[in-house]
Structure formats: structure tokens, C-alpha cells
């Protein structure tokens, strides 16, 4: 469960429905249980009953529009534009009257670059997902609590973060250093991902964020002190992958109300006869090509 308040949570991974057009059904790989032919869609029950929509389109026959139907969805809570072959005059054409008022999770995938959010506000929108550098107005979204993107090397989204009363933020590509916790300091976040990046090599300074529930670290080949976190009396799920620098892996031990950790690819990192004392006290733990 997501340690995040939203208002209307994300729909599970069984109820997202895959909307395509017809002509591209013979190159989906999945099943057809929850398939939507947006030139050809169902009565306006089922329709009513969607909560969560990926579009999809192959290699051969990328997506050009944004289909009309989306915005007569009016139970929509998420939309993921992409993975997928999307054109970039989908995502950089999108306006917020294409989308449906009871949206309130968005995630999308542009070619690489750099995507500036022109849509216009989305005042319910509670989590948006970039998989770009992502420009935005703050003022586009006063509901925003969660934010996922790859921030560029100035610190420009960053800042426009800070303006936002954010509970979750994930970083891709993280091109900065430990000070970056100096500048996330006066966000209640409760949720941080690091996800990727060169720059990293300590958690010294992650104590500015004492309510943290929820931290992922990933590919993060630098990083190694974690020591920090010792000093997050609320941590309790707790997700590193593929860290193999990490040299003080022992502060697991003090994390009295950790409940799930994901350990996996960080190699030898000495975490020795702790592992059994992790499986053995933890609700979940997934620990994986780490001793």
C-alpha cells in the first residue's frame, strides 16, 4: 500500500485497461481481456467502469492522436501515455480540456529531451510522471503531491518542486549531490526515490527529512554511505537496487520500524548473518544477488 494520502489511490495493476486501434490489436503482445478499440469502443457502460488507461501503439503504427474517447471516460483516476511508441505532437499537444475532470493521476512518456508542460492547469491532478527532463508551472497544479521526472542539471525543477506541498518526489538521472537534501528540506515529503545518477555518494544530510516512510534508492554506482538513515524514526519500506559501494550496510539493523525491504543486485556489501535477522523480522523482505 502507498504510504501516499491520495484522495482517490491508484487503480491496481489488474484493472488498467490497454486502448489501441483496431488495425494495431495483431501487434499487441498481451492478452485481450481488457483491450479498448478506441475506433470501435464498447457501449457506454463499460466505458463508465474504466478507472485506469494505458495508451499503446507499435513500432509499425506509432500513436499520432490523442483519441477523443479519453475524455469520456468519467470515472478515469490514471492515464499512462506510453511506454509505447508515442509521437511527440501527442505529448506536446495535449491540452487539459482533452482529459477527463475525475483524472487525478498522469503519467507520461516522451521521446528523450525535454518536456515543458503548455497543457494548461490541471487543478485535481494529484500525481503527474514524466519520463523527460520536465519544465512545469507550479501554478498548473495546486492539487500536485506527487512527482516523478529527471531533473535537470541546474536545479530548475527542483525549485518549481519546492512550490508545491509534495509528499512524494522520484528523481531519475539525479545529477546532484547530497546538498540535495539541504534544498528538499522544506517539503513534508514522505515518499523519495533516487533513481540513477553519478553524483551520489552519501545520504549525509537526509535527516532534513525526518518524515520519510518510504525511500528508493537505485543505480546509484557511487553511493556509499547510508548511514544516515538511521536517524528516520517513521522509515518503513526501504527499496535499494543495484548499490554495490555501499560500505556501512550494518544501519539496517537500526531501523526499528522498517516492515518491507528490497535489497537486490548490490553484490558484496557485508551484509552477512544480518540477512537472517532481516527475513526473520521483517513482514516482507526481498534480498536478491547482495551478500
Known sequence: MSPIPFSTPLPGRDQTWRFMHSRQSAHFPGDDARLVFYDAPPDEATLAQITDVHLWAPHEDPLQVLPELIARLPSLVHLSIG??????????????????????????????????????????????????????????????????????????????????????????NVPFDSSLFNRLAPLPLVALGLLG???????????????????????????????????????EFLNIQYCARIADISVLATLRRLQELTLVGCGNVGLGQLEHTLRASLRRANIAATR
Open 197 to 235: 545518477g553519478r553524483t551520489l555518494t552519501t545520504l549525509s544530510g537526509i535527516e532534513q527529512l525526518p518524515g520519510l516512510r518510504s525511500l528508493r534508492l537505485k543505480n546509484l554506482p557511487l553511493l556509499d554511505t547510508i548511514g544516515s538513515i538511521a536517524t528516520l524514526a517513521e522509515l
Open 83 to 172: 511506454p509505447g511508441v508515442i509521437l511527440p505532437s501527442v505529448v506536446k499537444g495535449l491540452r487539459a480540456d482533452m482529459l477527463p475532470a475525475s483524472l487525478r493521476h498522469l503519467s507520461m512518456h516522451p521521446q528523450s529531451g525535454t518536456y515543458t508542460w503548455q497543457a494548461g492547469p490541471m487543478p485535481r491532478l494529484e500525481s503527474l510522471t514524466v519520463g523527460a527532463t520536465l519544465r512545469l508551472d507550479p501554478q498548473d497544479f495546486p492539487a500536485l503531491i506527487s512527482l516523478s521526472a529527471i531533473p535537470d542539471r541546474r536545479g530548475a525543477l527542483v525549485d518549481s518542486a519546492l512550490q508545491l506541498a509534495l509528499k512524494e518526489l522520484n528523481l531519475w
